[in-house]
């Protein structure tokens, strides 16, 4: 194929939205436009539009591609060469969640800053998933598996759910020593993740649920910890989430021989064949300050 038409056809997709349109617009079967598109990313090196069952938007590496060759159609060799061979430079958008993003994320980001000076971040805490296409991220941290296998994951850490309790309830209300003890005691409940009013313990083929009436359900991790230092009751949060108040000794950490298996940290992105440089400069970056570091508390 032409490379000029190439290019032409991919205008058209990021113009049309869709393959499907854009294969329309130009009277041209579907798997041709997808053929063309494929074999473009493939010279360049660089993912040029994320796509799912349900919507396709073009990337930064995209946009911009798009934009110049609107107005440089004739510049095709020059605008390859030109994207696949710029410096570290632009924007790189994040999402972690919250604690985590502040604890562990916000100095790899300075870190990463530092090394590219020509580098801008855009890091968003959140502990809602947040989806990478609609929100037009680069990369994301998730903590626990995936539920979208099309993510590219490089995993980084671990962290572990954990029962805690202040001292002060401990000596009034006595220490559990089996998961099934929890029903006898206040409990504080999360109600961020999960619905049902239970905790699971053990690994996955042998876990045992606990049901539990809680006497305070709490949205947000930092009230939950503030509760159960004031002797509220007992509370389960990530490692992470309480390691300061586990090594200050304002929380105990319980039942350590039940705890379900660690959970995976994992830094996840859309593509590895066509990941832009400043993705792989920061997976890298974060790589190296991670190695060796046990997230598990």
């Excluded at 989806?131 to 979208?148: F, K």
């Excluded at 045992?208 to 939950?224: G, K, M, N, T, Y």
């Amino acid at each position: 194929m032409d490379r000029l038409d190439e290019l032409a056809i991919f205008v058209a997709i990021v113009e049309a939205g869709s393959l499907v349109s854009a294969a329309r617009r130009l009277r041209r079967s579907p798997p041709a436009i997808t053929r063309a598109l494929s074999s473009l990313e493939d010279r360049i090196g660089l993912r040029l539009v994320d796509r799912t069952t349900r919507r396709l938007a073009p990337t930064e590496a995209g946009s911009a591609l798009a934009e110049r060759a609107r107005a440089w159609l004739a510049g095709y060799e020059d605008l390859l060469v030109g994207a696949s061979q710029a410096p570290i430079r632009g924007v790189l958008r994040i999402t972690a969640p919250v604690q985590f993003g502040r604890r562990h994320v916000a100095p790899i980001v300075s870190a990463f800053l530092n090394e590219y000076p020509d580098m801008c971040v855009e890091l968003s805490l959140n502990d809602r998933n947040l989806d990478l296409i609609e929100e037009g991220l680069d990369l994301a941290v998730r903590i626990g598996p995936l539920a979208d296998s099309s993510l590219i994951a490089r995993q980084v850490g671990s962290v572990r759910r954990v029962v805690v309790a202040s001292p002060a309830y401990l000596a009034r209300r006595g220490v559990p020593r089996t998961p099934a003890d929890l029903a006898t005691h206040d409990t504080i409940f999360g109600m961020a993740r999960s619905p049902a009013r239970e905790w699971r313990f053990g690994p996955p083929r042998r876990s045992s649920v606990v049901r539990l009436s809680p006497r305070l359900l709490v949205d947000d991790v930092e009230a939950q910890l503030q509760a159960a230092e004031a002797g509220r009751g007992i509370a389960r949060v990530l490692s992470y989430q309480v390691s300061d108040e586990l090594a200050a000794g304002s929380l105990v950490r319980l039942l350590q021989d039940f705890e379900p298996e660690a959970l995976p940290v994992q830094l996840v992105t859309l593509s590895r064949s066509h990941m832009a440089p400043k993705v792989r400069a920061f997976l890298d970056s974060a790589a190296k300050i991670f190695h060796g570091v046990d997230v598990i508390q």
